[in-house]
């Protein structure tokens, strides 16, 4: 069973800046597409970015300039930079993993709070 670990999440004033990482039990190679999700309360969940094993990057456009998704394939571990927050970035942020076969994977999340 795959785990992903999301950490990063915080208090953050408007303006400011933040780094999610999300680490993978195995290699990110075993991925085909990862990517961040975020869910605020009362919202259905949202994509955010994604990242391929061939490392084409999506980015929804509310977050394109502002955030950046990268991958780290030694250590296992994809981020999520995200900087010029607002408090229309708060929400939960999680990861999610899919496999060559279909199968995907969520992590747990990571509380991200933008507010002065």
């Known amino acids: 069973q795959v785990q992903l670990v999301e950490s990063g999440g915080g208090l953050v004033q408007p303006g400011g800046s933040l780094r999610l990482s999300c680490a993978a039990s195995?290699?990110?190679?075993?991925?085909?597409?990862m990517g961040w999700y975020r869910q605020a309360p009362g919202k259905q969940r949202e994509l955010v970015a994604t990242?391929?094993?061939?490392?084409?990057?999506y980015y929804v456009d509310s977050v394109k300039g502002r955030f950046t998704i990268s991958g780290d394939n030694v250590k296992g571990t994809v981020y999520l930079q995200m900087n010029n927050l607002n408090p229309e970035d708060t929400a939960r942020y999680y990861c999610?993993?899919?496999?060559?076969?279909?199968?995907?994977?969520w992590g747990q999340g990571t509380q991200v709070t933008v507010s002065s």
């Open positions: 999610k993993a899919i496999r060559p076969s279909g199968s995907a994977y």
């Open positions: 195995e290699s990110i190679f075993a991925f085909v597409f």
């Open positions: 990242i391929t094993s061939s490392k084409i990057t």
